[in-house]
């Protein structure tokens, strides 16, 4: 049998092709007389009855031909192998249609895990900010800021924009829980935990001094 054959085809169909196949071959001659169906449903393990549909299948396609009185006979080779690419064509476009209907499927439950988890990050995150309405901020300090170099007491940070300082980030390291003397330089990052509003406070702060 053809590999890359779909197994699930009719049993008369997969005869009809394994005969096709066997004339292509040279096992079947053209004129030469074809067994009778008894013989080849003992063959194929199939009924008579099978073995009759292969056959007119093939006479059909004009690859046999039934004589009156005298049997079956091979009649032309070159519509056996129009039949068999035919049939590997069929097969072929059905073992695509399969193969794209199971990529939809696998595209639909995609589609469904990632409205899920679209969804159930949503919820994350609307119950995280009425758990902890703060949200942590980084500010850079630039040079020409009006708070650069000053320090924290000087400028009274907290009290003036309602942000707290909880780091600073300078030089590739990271200053925890800054004191009251740690000034603002060029190149700092300050990390705040405050509502968006103390942000724009803080950051016009930095920028302005007022």
Not at 4 to 14: E, F
Not at 20 to 40: D, F
Not at 192 to 206: G, I, P, T
């Amino acid at each position: 049998m053809a590999q890359g054959i779909r197994l699930d085809k009719p049993v008369y169909q997969l005869i009809a092709l394994d005969m096709a196949e066997n004339i292509i071959s040279g096992r079947y001659k053209v004129g030469e007389k074809v067994h009778g169906r008894s013989t080849l449903a003992s063959r194929y393990n199939v009924s008579p009855e099978t073995v009759r549909r292969a056959m007119f299948l093939l006479k059909d396609m004009e690859i046999l031909e039934m004589k009156q009185g005298s049997g079956i006979f091979i009649k032309d080779v070159e519509k056996a192998q129009a039949f068999v690419q035919k049939f590997k064509n069929a097969c072929a476009a059905d073992e695509l249609r399969a193969n794209l209907s199971d990529l939809l499927s696998q595209r639909d439950a995609l589609e469904q895990k990632i409205s899920s988890s679209m969804m159930n990050l949503i919820d994350s995150y609307e119950r995280f900010e009425s758990a902890n309405p703060l949200t942590p901020f980084e500010l850079p300090i630039r040079e020409g800021d009006a708070l650069t170099g000053k320090n924290l007491a000087d400028v009274n940070f907290w009290h003036n924009t309602g942000a707290t300082i909880i780091a600073i980030r300078r030089g590739g390291g990271l200053m925890l829980s800054p004191g009251p003397y740690a000034e603002f330089l060029p190149g700092d990052v300050f990390l705040l935990v405050c509502d968006a509003e103390s942000f724009a406070r803080a950051k016009n702060y930095v920028e302005t001094g007022e």
